[in-house]
């Protein structure tokens, strides 16, 4: 411990908390110091100081620091790493017991502005490792590691974090103040860290064969790999992002667009299956996929499309659905000469929530007869597993209670059980691991702002374990891939 210019040094055998141990003698001097050295705004005593939350013998100022001490702040692994992997913050050069500030902050390709912040007290020897000391308020509170980077919230209201070009990083700056917000206004040190998504050796490939419009994410290595097509919900377009990092565990993913997405159908309109059938005849014919079967990933109306690929295409070996419905929702589902009519919904189910956003839980039609209703995808027809990712705060719908239907229909054909894991305080939209969770933003078919549910702490302790349980399923299903 630096001694502070103008304090009486205290015994050397004393760190951090005085807990009472030792001689009255011993006791007593180290009283007749403290005294000595109270500053203006200092309370007398041993203890806790309730005000900081900071377990020191004297509270000091929150401005008080060494003269000259500047702060560094480190990063493990440093440089840059893949989004989906924790990185561990620390830093050192600060006061014993100083209170900081940490801020991160990035901008999304559009310019748009997320940051994070929370209040944290350095330990006796003035350094700060955010695996071991608790944040004491902010953006989130307790031992959240990762924490700066899941609790980031968009500046412009309803804007979903979203990686549009995995060919970049996201640059994260983080930076240390001295004092607790809102106080906190010295910089004392910073960093840039850099969030890649595009694993090292990862090969992208833009796919345009015959209608199929895609990108394949090849792993480092010769190959074949295991291949999955990854496809998104109702925003159109084409996210590439879950792919390319997919690909760094070893899979061969290919990120399909199927409407609004250079000559796609700009308007989402109907399911035609023969389009994703002949994406997964692309998949299994490439001589870096490894056969004989795929595995499907989607998330809401893309896990629909996925479970409707498993129950009316062969070659597929595991289905993940994350928060789909297992029911053909607004627009029919074409498969030859085969339809599935759409569940449909009404508006005036609609709620507003208590934030006075949309809440569209309830707006589809009642599920008349259960698993035998027939707007249900015929999921007993699927030659693989199926594994269901559900929050069970999910605004979009209600997705335990879809997932529960789609396993009394499995049964009822005598498949078993379904394979559910079940989140608490979950919402819709369940991403890659410390990605920042998405409350509420703009619905793209109601054009209207809508919640889409979920708890901040919670919802990132479970993107963190779906998605080892997502790499673990198709590891089971498709075979390891082969190691380099």
């Given at each position: 411990m630096r001694p502070v210019p103008g304090l009486l040094p205290l015994p050397s055998r004393l760190h951090g908390v005085y807990s009472g141990g030792g001689s009255s003698p011993e006791r007593s001097e180290i009283r007749r110091r403290l005294t000595a050295n109270r500053l203006p705004g200092a309370q007398s005593g041993l203890g806790l100081d309730?005000?900081?939350a900071c377990l020191f013998m004297v509270r000091v100022p929150t401005r008080?620091?060494?003269?000259?001490?500047?702060?560094?702040v480190t990063l493990e692994p440093a440089g840059s790493c893949c989004w989906d992997e924790p990185v561990r913050i620390a830093v050192r050069g600060l006061a014993p017991g100083?209170?900081?500030t940490l801020r991160a902050s990035l901008r999304d390709e559009k310019g748009a502005l997320f940051r994070a912040h929370a209040r944290y007290c350095a330990d006796a020897n003035g350094q700060l490792d955010l695996a071991?000391?608790?944040?004491?308020?902010?953006?989130?509170?307790g031992l959240e590691p990762m924490g700066l980077f899941w609790a980031l919230e968009p500046e412009k209201p309803l804007w979903r974090f979203v990686k549009r070009d995995v060919q970049t990083p996201f640059a994260v700056e983080l930076e240390v103040f001295d004092g607790h917000e809102p106080e906190a206004e010295r910089l004392l040190g910073r960093a840039v860290h850099e969030r890649d998504f595009l694993p090292p050796g990862v090969r992208r490939e833009p796919v345009r064969a015959g209608r199929v419009r895609a990108t394949l994410f090849l792993p480092p290595g010769p190959g074949p790999f295991p291949g999955i097509i990854d496809i998104f919900g109702m925003g159109g377009g084409l996210l590439e992002y879950r792919a390319s990092l997919l690909a760094g565990h070893g899979f061969a993913t290919l990120a399909l667009a199927y409407y609004d997405f250079e000559d796609l159908p700009k308007k989402f309109d109907a399911i035609h299956l023969d389009y994703f059938e002949e994406a997964l005849c692309y998949m299994l014919q490439h001589t870096q996929v490894k056969g004989p079967g795929i595995g499907l990933l989607g998330i809401s109306l893309g896990a629909d499309i996925c479970l409707s690929m498993a129950s009316f295409l062969?070659?597929?070996s595991a289905t993940v659905s994350i928060n789909g419905s297992g029911f053909n929702g607004n627009k029919p589902i074409y498969y030859k000469e085969t339809s599935i009519p759409p569940l449909g919904h009404d508006l005036r189910r609609m709620k507003v929530a208590f934030s006075g956003l949309l809440d569209i839980v309830d707006i589809r039609n009642d599920i008349v007869g259960g698993y035998e209703n027939p707007c249900m995808i015929p999921i007993e027809k699927a030659q693989g597993p199926i594994l269901f990712i559900v929050g069970q705060d999910d605004h979009n719908w209600r997705s335990e209670l879809y997932a529960q239907i789609a396993s009394e229909r499995l049964q009822a054909h005598g498949k078993g059980k379904a394979q559910?894991?079940?989140y608490p305080g979950?919402?819709?939209y369940i991403e890659p691991p410390y990605f920042p969770m998405c409350p509420a933003s703009l619905h793209r078919l109601l054009d209207k702002p809508v919640i889409w549910g979920g708890e901040p702490r919670a919802h990132s302790k479970a993107q963190i374990d779906a998605w080892k349980q997502i790499l673990t399923f198709f590891s089971k299903h498709l075979g390891a891939s082969p190691k380099l």
């Open positions: 309730t005000g900081s008080l620091c060494v003269p000259g001490m500047a702060a560094t100083q209170r900081v071991r000391a608790p944040a004491l308020g902010g953006s989130f509170v062969k070659n597929i559910i894991i079940s979950t919402g819709h």
